[in-house]
Every structure is written in C-alpha cells, then in structure tokens.
C-alpha cells in the first residue's frame, strides 16, 4: 500500500483536512498544530477532533502527522523561548491522545553559537520535559539541512538527540527524513537512495524511521539551504523521487509532500506518483 499525503491548512476543522486529502487521492496528511493565524489546538471543538479519528480509521489513512510550528527552539537556551516551547509542545502532545497513533514533528532547532553537543544535549532534556509515560504519540526528530546553526543535520547528531531520551520514553521516539533537508545537507539521497538508506540503518537503525517529507531540493546536493521544490523540477529530480519511493527498504513508510503547491498542484503531484507506484 502506498501511503502518500501532502500538508494541508487546519482552518477549516479536523474533519476537513481528511476530507479534502481523500478528494485529492491522498491517504496520509500533515498540518500545522498552530496555523499561522494563530489559531491552535486548544480551540478545537472535540466533536470534530473525534469525528476525523473515525474517518482516518475507516479510511485507512496512515498516521496524520502534526507538525510543530517553525517559532519553537528546543535547543534554545533562552530561559524565556525554552519556557514557550515546553509548554506549547507538551500541550500539544496532551491534546494529541485525541488523534490515537499520532506522529508529531518537530525541528531540533538552533543552537546559536552553543556548539551542536549543547544544542543536542537542550533538546533530549526538552524531550524528557514534554513526554509522558503510557502516550500514543510518536515524537518524531527531523532531519534538517544545517542552515546557520541548525542541529540534526547529521545522522548521528539526531542518534545522539536519542541516546539522551530517556529509556522509558525512547520507544515513543523516531525520525521524520526530509529528502530536500539530507539532500541540502550532503547525503546524496538522489543519487544512491540505497547508499543514504544504509547509512541511515547503521548509524540510528531503520526501525526508528516512521515517515518521509517528500520535497524536491531546488539547491544542489551540500547546500545547506533549505529551498523546497515541486517534485521533478528541483535538484533530486523525478529520477531520484522514483527511487526514493520504490526504494525496497522504505516504501512501506508514509510520504508527505511539503512542495510549494496549492490543493490543486498537491493533486497533481499525487497522481503523478501513483502513477510511479502502481500500488
Ligand atoms: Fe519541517
Ligand atoms: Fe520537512
Ligand atoms: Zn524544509
């Protein structure tokens, strides 16, 4: 089964956006936990929350992935952003046992001038601030392109944000790989998929992998840049799209397209991929 998906805008409800990924072929879907109205998960109507559960069970959707908003820095050592982030991140993660099985996305952040180790070591004790024992959730660490002082640019910076969580919660904890953020940071994911997929496997263990955002790059491979693509006019082409996603080793797994498209082009791109999978 392939599960592919797009973002979508949460202002028209919960029960909309599975609405409206049906309507455009998709089974997966990511959002905003706030939008950029400021309008967040706190004020939504429960009733609405509990009929898109339904759907997504009876849809057979793939886990709706919610993603953090860009203004958190979980390795911030700013006492008042490090205050904001907590809260926010634990309130949503709270609000989350609503949508059972959830994946829920977050940016490790910046270290701003603190060094990688430090930055790593503020989002593992962030992570054992904001989960809790018996949650449904999945956290997910992206993987980011190393834009300024960005942490989670390396496997093995995000293998050690894993190694700090503590054990009782490390089992909640996974890994979201943008394929325009590796590429930006110098894994040739377009080039030898395989290559990128052991790589992946030997240094955090594939069995951490929970989802894909599936981006074009429109910057060559070791940017550092972070410029998403529609997919097939970016620097990953369709050739290296196409073996992304029939790479044996992660196809199972749900892809989200974060291209810079409207509804309309998100459908396009769907069926385009479809067409790539047959399945
Ligand atoms: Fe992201
Ligand atoms: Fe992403
Ligand atoms: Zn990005």
Redesign the pocket.
Known sequence: MFYIGCHLSLTGGYLNMGKVAKSIGANAFQYFTKNPRGRSSKEADPADVAALAAFLKEEGFAPPLA?APYTYNPSSADERIREYTVTSMRGELEFLEALPGSLY?F?PGNHVGAGAEEGIRRTAALLNEIMFEGMSTTVLI?TMAGKGTEIGRTFEEVQSIIEQVEPRFRDNVGVCL?TCHVSDGGYDIAGDTDAVVDEFDRVIGLDRLHAI?LNDSKNPLGAHKDRHEKIGDGTIALDGITSIITNPKIMHLPFYL?TPNEVEGYAREIAMLREIRKD
Do not use: K, P, V
């Open positions: 993603h996305n940016h992206e943008d955002h974060e």
